[in-house]
Structure formats: structure tokens, C-alpha cells
């Protein structure tokens, strides 16, 4: 059993956060002794799971929801895999995006890196978009996709 300041370090959360948490009613049948309280394994994996669909966008109410769902049991599985498939796809779909604007800050930093080297804009210019090298043409299309 770990303390409140004991998990908040292992997940790098501030207390107030964990507090909010279990005010929420996102680690129910959370143990008490002397009114503290004492956070077990099961709460760890749900803490893990929290923030995971935190960090994929979910609000606090639908992770409140899926809490719900897991304490109904088997009969919820269906909803807490949509769930997940949901938050997969729309994740999918942020990396997507991510990977498009990485890629057009790697096809910038390489056109005026070209740019500098040459003096000026118009041999890079020139190169857009058939006489790409390689390394660099990948990048640019992505960049430029829709």
C-alpha cells in the first residue's frame, strides 16, 4: 500500500491532483486507515489507465463513465473496447497530423539550409517538387498531403 505522496512522486502528480481524482470517483473502494488514504496495486493500474486516456484527450466525465462501466462488469466490455477504439482512432489520426508537421519542419530546416549554402532561394526553389533529393522528397510529400 503506498500513501497519496507516495504515488504522486512515483507518477510525477501533484497530490491535488490525486485528491481531485478521488473526489471524481475514479479510484472507487479506495482503503482508508485513520482517514488517509492508502492507495493498493488495483488503484496504481487504474491511476496508469487515467492517465493514459487524459493524455489522449478524454475528459474527466468519460473517464468517470469507463470507472463505471469497469465496476458493472463483464457486460461492459463492448462499451470499454469501443471506448479505447475510439481513442485509439482519434489518436491515430493526432500522430497523423504530428508526423505532417514534423515533416514539413524537416523539409524546411533542409530548404534553407539549401538556401543558405547557396546564397539564395531560387536554385531551392527550382528542385520543388520533381528534383527533390530522397531523403528529403518523403518528407516534403507528407508535409504537403491532405
Known amino acids: 500500500m503506498y500513501t497519496i505522496g507516495q504515488v504522486a512522486e512515483m507518477f510525477g502528480l501533484p497530490v491535488s491532483t490525486l485528491r481531485y481524482y478521488d473526489k471524481q470517483g475514479l479510484f472507487p473502494g479506495l482503503e482508508r486507515a485513520s482517514g488517509i488514504r492508502r492507495f493498493g496495486d488495483r488503484e496504481l ?3 496508469r489507465v487515467i492517465e493514459c486516456l487524459k493524455k489522449a484527450g478524454m475528459e474527466i466525465k468519460d473517464i468517470r463513465l469507463f470507472m463505471k462501466w469497469c465496476g458493472e462488469g463483464p457486460s461492459t466490455y463492448p462499451k470499454r473496447k469501443a471506448m479505447f477504439e475510439e481513442r485509439k482512432a482519434h489518436m491515430e489520426s493526432e500522430i497523423a497530423n504530428m508526423n505532417r508537421a514534423l515533416d514539413m519542419l524537416r523539409f524546411k530546416c533542409w530548404y ?7 546564397g539564395s532561394e531560387e536554385r531551392v526553389k527550382a528542385l520543388i517538387p520533381d528534383d527533390l533529393p530522397e531523403e528529403i522528397k518523403g518528407a516534403y510529400e507528407n508535409a504537403h498531403a491532405r
Not at 534553407?112 to 547557396?118: D, K, L, S
Open 45 to 47: 493500474e487504474a491511476l
Open 112 to 118: 534553407y539550409e539549401q538556401a543558405i549554402q547557396g
